[in-house]
């Protein structure tokens, strides 16, 4: 069974400084893994989506790797800002496109 | 706008009642996906389903059900028979299945037991 594991649980960063959020999985065999967001009392909504066969994605200020074969993916946000608060999630798919999600980083950026 | 609807957005249930979810999506997307979040803990899939009229379980599909009758449409049930349903659900589609399949999100319903 696919375990997804998110470290930290909780960041607190100055406005500026970069983020850097870590996901592992324990199953290498993954048909992509993807990036949420997710706001209080809200839905998730998509940042990235990386296929198993590529390395990194990147959108804007976020930037994501992968490392399928050691079960890493990592985060990148930079210049961070107070609207980037919120709780990120990964989610890798299995080959039915099933998601196992990480419990999520809740990120706090100080003004 | 394309997307996908849940309602209601707060529910709450008595002891013993059952209470269905909706979920709607106009996204033409083949695949839907039920997930049950609780707090500090990741999403659990509860069910999902590829096509029209077919469905499968998930990790937690004990005490719930739910129908696929149009493409659009997969109503979530939760039943008597689910004994911690307090929880926020949330439902998703995907086009269908593939390398680069991206999964979209409602905005969620917050069940309360009372």
């Known amino acids: 069974k696919q375990e997804v594991t998110q470290i930290p649980a909780a960041l607190s960063v100055p406005e500026g400084e970069n983020l850097v959020l870590n996901c592992s999985f324990t199953?290498?065999?993954?048909?992509?893994l993807q990036w949420f967001r997710q706001d209080p009392g809200k839905g998730l909504t998509s940042l990235l989506l990386i296929q198993s066969s590529q390395r990194e994605q990147t959108s804007g200020r976020l930037n994501a790797s992968l490392d399928k074969s050691s079960g890493r993916s990592t985060l990148y946000i930079a210049a961070s800002q107070p609207g980037d608060s919120a709780t990120y999630l990964c989610?890798?798919?299995?080959?039915?496109?099933?998601?196992?999600f990480g419990a999520g980083t809740t990120v706090t950026v100080r003004a | 706008d394309g997307g996908i609807t849940q309602s209601p957005k707060y529910l709450f249930r008595k002891e013993g009642q059952n209470v269905t979810l909706s979920c709607e999506q106009n996204?033409?997307?083949?695949?839907m996906y039920w997930y049950r979040q609780d707090p500090g803990q990741g999403l659990r899939l509860i069910y999902y389903?590829?096509?029209?009229?077919?469905?499968q379980k998930g990790d937690i599909a004990e005490g719930y059900s739910v129908s696929r009758e149009k493409k659009e449409s997969f109503p979530l049930t939760v039943t008597s028979a689910q004994k911690n349903p307090t929880a926020f659900y949330l439902c998703a589609s995907s086009r269908g299945f593939g390398w680069n399949t991206e999964a979209f999100f409602g905005q969620g319903t917050r069940l309360t037991v009372v």
């Open positions: 989610a890798v798919a299995d080959s039915d496109y099933k998601l196992s």
């Open positions: 389903s590829q096509i029209v009229n077919d469905f």
């Open positions: 199953d290498s065999a993954i048909y992509n």
């Open positions: 996204l033409n997307h083949d695949a």
